[in-house]
């Protein structure tokens, strides 16, 4: 059973930084494409970045320029670097993976594998 485990949530100021990772186990880290999703109250999830093999990284808009997603592969491990965080970024951030390709990386559905979340709290 695929396992993904999310670390490095927190409190934080606006306008600080946080380091999200998320650490897969059981798979074959280097050929899935691996995101990152977050969930605020009361709202759906909601696409946030990815790291793909075949389109690199991608960012949903509100995030472009603040956050930077990567990995290592080898350590399976997905890092989401969160910069000039907004009271808007409070939310429960999700790490998710697929090895099936699909074009579209933002959709929730097209992804097999879930961690459990990991809250992050930006006060203003």
């Known amino acids: 059973q695929v396992q993904l485990v999310e670390s490095g949530g927190g409190l934080v100021q606006a306008g600080g930084s946080l380091r999200l990772s998320c650490t897969a186990s059981?798979?074959?880290?280097?050929?899935?494409?691996m995101g990152w999703f977050r969930q605020a109250p009361g709202k759906e999830r909601e696409f946030v970045a990815a790291?793909?093999?075949?389109?690199?990284?991608v960012y949903a808009d509100t995030v472009k320029g603040r956050f930077t997603v990567s990995r290592d592969n080898a350590k399976n491990t997905v890092y989401l670097q969160m910069n000039s965080l907004k009271p808007e970024d409070t939310a429960v951030y999700y790490c998710a993976g697929r090895r099936t390709y699909s074009y579209d990386v933002k959709t929730v559905e097209t992804y097999d594998y879930w961690g459990q979340g990991t809250q992050v709290t930006v006060s203003s």
């Open positions: 059981r798979l074959t880290f280097n050929t899935y494409d």
């Open positions: 790291v793909t093999r075949f389109r690199g990284t």
